[in-house]
């Protein structure tokens, strides 16, 4: 794993994964990145804390209990408070067609499992980045003024 990562200030990140050993895997490769993490096992605490929390982004798997990522995703995307939120999903499921419907319903990435945990954290870093960019207005001014 690479050194912790120079978040300023560290980004709040929500891993949504109802496997007890992949959530603690996972929440411990992002914290050792620099991020700070909250761990929820199913889709209606997923939904709840997103909405009162509003993390930077969120990393969830897709097959959960009570509300599937799909639908998480897809209503994230309908809630003008957090529309915005990058979502990375995580699955087992690798088919053509489960990526596609992810992505149609505004995921921002998509790792299919198993995956490298640097692979992850590059990914939730990249998508913070674009989301820095999207947020910033002059994002190229900074940039060639100095």
Request: aromatic share 8%.
């Amino acid at each position: 794993m690479r050194s912790k990562a120079t978040h300023a200030p560290s980004k709040h990140l929500l891993v949504v994964e109802d496997d007890e050993a992949a959530g603690e895997i996972v929440c411990e490769a992002l914290k050792d990145a620099g991020f700070k993490t909250h761990w929820v096992k199913d889709g209606i605490d997923a939904l709840n804390y997103i909405l009162e929390s509003r993390p930077d982004a969120i990393v969830m798997d897709l097959l959960l209990p009570r509300l599937n990522g799909f639908e998480i995703c897809g209503m994230v995307r309908k809630s003008q408070s957090v529309q915005w939120t990058p979502i990375i999903m995580m699955s087992g499921l690798i088919e053509h067609h489960d990526k596609m419907h992810a992505f149609e319903l505004g995921a921002d990435d998509y790792v299919s499992k198993p995956f490298r945990l640097e692979e992850l954290v590059a990914r939730v870093e990249a998508v913070l980045h674009r989301n820095t960019w999207r947020n910033d207005p002059a994002p190229f001014a900074s940039s060639y003024n100095n």
